[in-house]
């Protein structure tokens, strides 16, 4: 696979660090070399096939993938020696594979899972009743008022609707109004006069 980028580094068998000569090195088609400013780290870029390395000194070598291409997984590092030119002691896994003086490194694809989270909002309407409760009653001085109470009620808020009357607040005549008040002249006039009357006949 093109585009991984990988290192290899290694100890030889005396434990010291193994040095790289690029000039060893035989990129694959597409391949490129990487950053070797370390010469105890050759580092390159995988093409579309293989890439060779010449002349590696007997130790332990460590094949790492920095980077993976896009779209795989980075794999696990592949450890193997070198021994008079034959590869030994390898450990692979992940599917890697070794085939004479051959490696090869296997990336697992990147599994990409989409979750799709669906909100619901659910909206409540509150439908007010009004109810009208009629028939209050209220009699004064023989006057019926018919009094009309509307409550009306909104979600959590009670708006509620009144019209008092109060004794004497309806069109009845209070005492001491005009209408009262004339029959009550007229009769104390005819009393005067009848007190009159008789006194003129006792003076007879």
Do not use: C
Not at 37 to 48: Q, Y
Not at 49 to 64: I, S
Not at 142 to 149: L, Q, V
Request: charged residues 15%; glycine residues 8%.
């Amino acid at each position: 696979i093109a585009g991984a980028t990988l290192t290899l580094t290694g100890k030889d068998t005396e434990g010291n660090d193994v040095t790289f000569d690029i000039a060893n090195v035989v990129l694959g088609d597409d391949a490129a070399l990487g950053d070797n400013s370390d010469n105890t780290k050759l580092t390159w870029i995988s093409g579309t096939t293989e890439t060779l390395v010449k002349n590696l000194r007997n130790g332990t070598y460590t094949l790492h993938e920095v980077a993976a291409p896009s779209g795989y997984v980075v794999t696990t590092d592949i450890i193997f020696t070198i021994e008079d030119g034959n590869v030994t002691g390898v450990q692979v896994m992940d599917g890697s594979t070794i085939d004479g003086s051959k490696i090869t490194m296997l990336d697992d694809a990147e599994v990409t899972t989409t979750t799709t989270v669906t909100t619901t909002t659910t909206e409540t309407t509150t439908t007010t009743t009004a109810t009208t409760t009629n028939g209050t009653t209220t009699t004064t001085n023989g006057t019926t008022t018919t009094i009309t109470a509307v409550t009306t009620t909104v979600t959590t808020t009670t708006s509620t609707a009144k019209t008092t009357a109060k004794a004497g607040s309806t069109s009845a005549p209070k005492t001491g109004d005009k209408g009262v008040a004339i029959p009550l002249f007229a009769l104390a006039m005819a009393a005067v006069a009848a007190l009159a009357l008789r006194s003129k006949k006792d003076e007879e």
